[in-house]
């Protein structure tokens, strides 16, 4: 077992990394023994992970900071950094390694208030690891602001900070950053890959797994959650029946209420889960007295936690909308397969005759007029469009393309 095990069908992406790992742990042990520095070095202190959403860009990420904190003691023996079960590794994979901050959007934007900290933090030395390191999961997300700030710290590094960045594609980080990040762009895994990796880590049922790989054209993380929780499934099914319902315009309008409300209650779910306890635990760091009394001028601090809360509640409803979104258009992308007769595996095998019925009603025509429907949807909610009302338009347009 390593820390790379996770990374389906990244292998060459697992290759550079630990190379820059082995590298990476000669330059502290050369540091820490007070011996010359090698002359030549694959690390570097900026990273740039790219790749479709699915294809693992936060797991490699994550994946290098444990390899980079790794204090296996094989390392001195020859064995490569990123063992999985040092104190290091496990920390960092878990994500409560003193030494590695993760960054991640809670709202539409990562806001320079939230970065301050963590730009302040990449500025000091390790506190127990041998490196500092700043993984930020939604790097196309930094606005203006917080991304300038991102930009000074990457421009002028700690000697023994790396800065980590996901993001969809290279064209949504600022030029001026990503000139200096290496890069690294992540493929896609295959159907095969994934269903393998189901049934390796998770135990899933072989035909299960093949199943949700299939179903999820390689997207990793949901792959899993379609394989493992019922309710992912059932709602699921109840997207892929909305095509057949959309004959008329009440139904439009009832669609995308449903659609909208099951993304309510995902985020509900989520609050509910998380809300309470974070609040908890903030009280008793503020050091809150019995009856959960606050201390005097500790009243700003759980309001910004309430408000970082609210809008982690506006990003989840998306999120479970745009999984939605995913499935309708692998579904029309189904349909447009059987129109013009390719012979691209059909990913909704579980939907054939509702394929097939749409398939013979329509043109490939009114069929990609329907896809590109959904793709404005998603770009409406990017900006901050009502769901109800960008939903609404999508429904409409599906009925009528």
């Known amino acids: 077992m390593s820390v790379w095990d996770d990374l389906v069908g990244q292998e060459k992406v697992s290759a550079v990394l630990g190379a820059a790992a082995r590298d990476a742990d000669a330059l502290v042990t050369a540091a820490a023994a007070d011996e010359p520095l090698p002359e030549t070095s694959r690390m570097t202190h900026a990273w740039l992970f790219t790749g479709p959403p699915g294809a693992g860009r936060d797991q490699a990420a994550r994946a290098f900071a444990a390899a980079l904190q790794c204090v296996s003691p094989d390392r001195a023996l020859g064995g490569a950094p990123g063992c999985g079960f040092c104190d290091g590794c496990h920390t960092a994979l878990l994500g409560t390694h003193a030494d590695v901050t993760a960054v991640a959007a809670v709202g539409a934007e990562i806001l320079v208030k939230d970065m301050r900290d963590t730009v302040r933090k990449s ?173 005097r001028g500790t009243a700003g601090v759980m309001k910004d936690l309430e408000d970082m809360q609210k809008r982690r509640r506006t990003r989840t409803q998306r999120d479970s909308l745009d999984v939605a979104l995913g499935d309708l258009t692998t579904f029309y992308r189904d349909v447009l397969a059987l129109q013009l007769g390719s012979r691209v595996a059909i990913a909704n095998t579980d939907a054939e005759d509702a394929l097939d019925r749409l398939a013979r009603a329509g043109s490939p025509e009114s069929t990609l007029r329907r896809i590109e429907a959904i793709a404005a949807c998603r770009d409406a909610l990017d900006r901050n469009v009502a769901p109800l009302l960008a939903v609404e338009a999508m429904t409409m347009a599906l009925r009528a393309g």
Not at 177 to 183: E, P, Q, T
Not at 203 to 212: E, Q, S
């Open 123 to 295: 500025f000091t030395a390790p506190a127990n690891g041998r490196w500092q390191i700043i993984l930020v999961e939604d790097a196309e997300r930094l606005n203006e602001k917080s991304a300038n700030a991102v930009l000074k710290a990457v421009e002028e590094p700690a000697p023994r900070t790396v800065w980590l960045l996901c993001a969809p594609s290279i064209e949504d980080v600022l030029p001026t950053i990503r000139s200096r990040c290496r890069h690294l762009n992540l493929r896609t895994p295959s159907v095969d890959a994934v269903a393998d990796m189901l049934v390796r880590r998770d135990g899933v049922d072989p035909r299960a797994a093949a199943d949700a790989a299939r179903a999820t054209q390689g997207h990793v993380d949901r792959a899993r959650r379609l394989a493992t929780d019922p309710a992912a499934r059932e709602r699921r099914a109840a997207v892929l029946k909305l095509p057949l319902r959309l004959d008329e315009v009440g139904a439009c309008l009832r669609a995308a209420q449903e659609l909208v409300d099951a993304a309510a209650e995902d985020a509900k779910q989520l609050a509910e889960e998380m809300d309470g306890r974070e609040a908890e635990e903030m009280k008793a760091a503020l050091g809150a007295a019995q009856g959960g009394r606050l201390p």
